[in-house]
């Protein structure tokens, strides 16, 4: 698809306020390696999730200075610390939103999830902004489609940070070309359809707080990283391979290959970490705690319960809803203890974001 079919016209500036919340994400299969402008090396897959969340509001201005001008508040505060990141977004979207130029915009962010948790917040932010200039746009060009909505919606998100792509819409979601769906794309996400197995409709994420400091390395270097990585071509292809295999495996419910995808990934994804140049660990003493633990409760309960990791030390528990007591009491009693203040967080797949 090209991206010209992105690009808004100009149209007459109005007054509007608008406030969308969205979701953050876990990747089944992970996205680590990219190119310009934000595109993936392989294609990925995530649950969106539920309570884990950023609400954002916009108030635009018309002004007449023809320039992207914004101020942006942080749970109320004014944060001038946060606004290159911002400004880059906008410079970077600004080809598909020339209406912008006309705007005066009051950024107002907050997040569900503690401030440090050690959870990125970018993915449900990025997704969170783009949705309420995509609001705007559908203001200026009411007669815009449902589909052209969501997916430029993903488009711009993708380009603020790439997994914010899948932030949009839920309960899973694709990102990147791939051999099962025709319809998905590296400029967007799409979601999953109606074929997805009903165990994965509110399949549970449990989140193990491990670490809840800033992380040494970050996703975007990490991602840079994989340029002349040795076993970059080949975590592609694994990678795109591990989908394929995985999408029937969403439609039929058999949890015990699921799990076996998912925890490879989740590994294979810190493998690249290891093997770069130079070389990190995100993972802790208390991730591998945990992922042992894990190991041992499925082998003496069979409770399909996995585990993944994102770019992080902190581990998310993966689980059906059905099981929820007996993993709980496991959480509580004998995992727990690994987490940083005994901190965890539950969420569970979700439907995607919504207007406030
Ligand atoms: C390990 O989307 O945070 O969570 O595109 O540079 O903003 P940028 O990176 P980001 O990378 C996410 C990496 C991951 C895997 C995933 O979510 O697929």
Same mark, same amino acid.
């Given at each position: 698809?090209?991206?010209?079919?992105?690009?808004?016209?100009?149209?007459?500036?109005?007054?509007?306020?608008?406030? %969308?919340?969205?979701?953050?994400?876990?990747?089944?299969?992970?996205? %680590?390696?990219?190119?310009?402008?934000?595109?993936?090396?392989?294609?990925?897959?995530?649950?969106?999730?539920?309570?884990?969340?950023?609400?954002?509001?916009?108030?635009?201005?018309?002004?007449?200075?023809?320039?992207?001008?914004?101020?942006?508040?942080?749970?109320?505060? !004014?944060?001038?610390?946060?606004?290159?990141?911002?400004?880059?977004f906008f410079d970077r979207i600004g080809e598909y939103i020339p209406w912008i130029f006309s705007y005066h915009?009051?950024?107002?962010?907050?997040?569900?999830?503690?401030?440090?948790s050690g959870i990125a917040s970018s993915a449900s932010s990025m997704a969170a902004l783009s949705l309420c200039?995509?609001?705007?746009?559908? !203001?200026? =060009?009411?007669?815009?489609?449902?589909?052209?909505?969501?997916?430029?919606?993903?488009?711009?998100?993708?380009?603020?940070?790439?997994?914010?792509?899948?932030?949009i819409q839920g309960p899973v979601t694709f990102w990147g070309k791939n051999a099962v769906r025709d319809s998905?794309?590296?400029?967007?996400?799409?979601? =999953?359809?109606?074929?997805?197995?009903?165990?994965?409709?509110?399949?549970?994420?449990?989140?193990?707080?491990?670490?809840?400091?800033?992380?040494?390395?970050?996703?975007?270097?990490?991602?840079?990283?994989?340029?002349?990585?040795?076993?970059?071509?080949?975590?592609?292809? !694994?990678?795109?391979?591990?989908?394929?295999?995985?999408?029937?495996?969403?439609?039929?419910?058999?949890?015990?290959?699921?799990?076996? &995808?998912?925890?490879?990934?989740? &590994?294979?994804?810190?493998?690249?970490?290891?093997?770069?140049?130079?070389?990190?660990?995100?993972?802790?003493?208390?991730?591998?705690?945990?992922?042992?633990?894990? %190991?041992? =409760?499925?082998?003496?309960?069979?409770?399909?319960?996995? =585990?993944?990791?994102?770019?992080?030390?902190?581990?998310?528990?993966?689980?059906?809803?059905?099981?929820?007591?007996?993993?709980?009491?496991?959480?509580?009693?004998?995992?727990?203890?690994?987490? !940083?203040?005994?901190?965890?967080?539950?969420?569970?797949?979700?439907?995607?974001?919504?207007?406030?």
């Open positions: 698809m090209n991206t010209s079919v992105f690009i808004a016209s100009a149209a007459l500036p109005i007054n509007y306020t608008t406030t %969308w919340e969205a979701p953050s994400n876990i990747a089944l299969i992970k996205y %680590w390696g990219k190119y310009e402008p934000q595109l993936p090396k392989n294609p990925s897959l995530s649950f969106t999730l539920s309570n884990s969340k950023t609400k954002t509001k916009v108030i635009f201005t018309p002004h007449a200075k023809n320039e992207i001008d914004f101020e942006f508040f942080f749970h109320g505060i !004014q944060k001038p610390d946060f606004k290159p990141k911002l400004k880059t915009l009051e950024v107002f962010s907050e997040n569900s999830f503690p401030h440090s200039l995509m609001d705007l746009e559908r !203001q200026l =060009f009411p007669e815009m489609e449902t589909v052209y909505f969501y997916q430029k919606a993903s488009f711009l998100a993708r380009l603020g940070s790439g997994s914010a792509a899948r932030s998905s794309s590296d400029l967007f996400a799409t979601p =999953f359809g109606t074929t997805l197995h009903s165990v994965f409709d509110n399949y549970q994420d449990t989140i193990l707080l491990v670490d809840k400091g800033s992380k040494p390395v970050s996703s975007t270097q990490g991602h840079n990283l994989m340029h002349g990585h040795p076993f970059a071509e080949n975590r592609f292809l !694994q990678a795109s391979n591990n989908l394929s295999a995985l999408v029937p495996i969403m439609e039929t419910g058999a949890l015990d290959d699921f799990i076996h &995808l998912v925890e490879l990934e989740a &590994l294979s994804l810190h493998a690249m970490m290891l093997t770069s140049s130079p070389y990190f660990i995100l993972m802790q003493p208390n991730t591998l705690a945990i992922i042992h633990r894990v %190991w041992e =409760f499925r082998k003496e309960t069979s409770i399909p319960l996995c =585990f993944t990791l994102d770019a992080g030390a902190n581990v998310h528990l993966l689980y059906p809803k059905q099981d929820i007591g007996v993993i709980h009491s496991f959480i509580k009693e004998e995992l727990s203890g690994f987490c !940083q203040s005994g901190q965890y967080l539950l969420d569970e797949v979700g439907r995607g974001a919504k207007k406030a």
